[in-house]
């Protein structure tokens, strides 16, 4: 089975654009959640959907934004981008409801913002 | 206080060694503890996990949970330099369908040859 695939890999942008980060879980799950990985705040959850809907949010503001399509693929956006979003933006696919440790991460994206 | 408290190192053993890696906690509701490993460029990758409290064993390495402390650790016993990541605990609560975990900002690990 294919893992899960974040796309891009990288990516810079610069202050005040938008951006839209994807990620395609692995086949047959329906859960993806996204976490943000700083070096000064560590690993932060950001949103979880479930079958197209949010599930649960993360202490961030809302120009983090997510969604989910009916094959489960997911996008979240950051619009006004800062320089404190350069990160790295995880995704995890889930399949079972319940399941916390059975998450499976991807490579991530890392976005820089200048 | 963060909910869940690492101490990031860096840590560095020679091969062989007995690695023991920590995390303390706040949230008693906690139920369900994890380690994940991250190599650089990576994705983090479950090693272990242990619902509520006690231990756990796979291969060289060892899992234990104390709830009455909000104290977990990971041992890993034999270290090998292919060892050498950050290791992540992560939190989560029980029920409810979600899968939101509670990292630990990791602890670096070198294994030296």
């Known amino acids: 089975k294919a893992g899960v695939t974040q796309t891009p890999r990288y990516l810079i942008k610069t202050r005040g654009q938008q951006v839209t980060l994807s990620c395609s879980p692995i086949?047959?799950?329906?859960?993806v959640s996204w976490y943000q990985q700083t070096p000064g705040q560590g690993l932060q959850f950001l949103f979880e959907?479930?079958?197209?809907?949010?599930?649960n949010k993360g202490n961030f503001p809302g120009r983090f934004s997510g969604r989910q399509f009916s094959n489960s693929r997911s996008e979240m956006n950051v619009s006004t981008l800062e320089l404190g979003d350069s990160a790295l933006y995880l995704c995890?696919?889930?399949?079972?409801?319940?399941?916390?440790?059975?998450?499976?991460f991807g490579p991530g994206t890392r976005l820089t913002v200048t | 206080q963060k909910e869940v408290e690492q101490d990031p190192g860096p840590l560095s053993v020679p091969e062989g060694a007995i690695v023991s890696l920590n995390c303390t906690y706040s949230?008693?509701?906690?139920?369900?503890f994890m380690w994940y490993r991250q190599y650089s460029r990576k994705g983090p990758e479950l090693l272990m996990y242990?619902?509520?409290?006690g231990n756990k064993e796979d291969g060289r390495f060892t899992a234990q949970v104390d709830k009455s402390s909000k104290y977990i650790s990971l041992f890993i016993r034999d270290s090998q330099p292919s060892d050498s990541a950050t290791y992540l605990c992560?939190?989560?609560?029980?029920?409810?369908?979600?899968?939101?975990?509670?990292f630990g900002k990791g602890t670096k690990l070198s294994v030296i040859p």
């Open positions: 959907y479930f079958s197209e809907t949010q599930r």
């Open positions: 242990t619902y509520s409290s």
């Open positions: 992560a939190m989560s609560l029980s029920g409810a369908g979600s899968y939101q975990l509670t």
């Open positions: 995890a696919s889930s399949s079972m409801p319940g399941q916390p440790y059975e998450q499976y």
């Open positions: 949230n008693s509701a906690f139920q369900y």
């Open positions: 086949s047959g799950h329906r859960s």
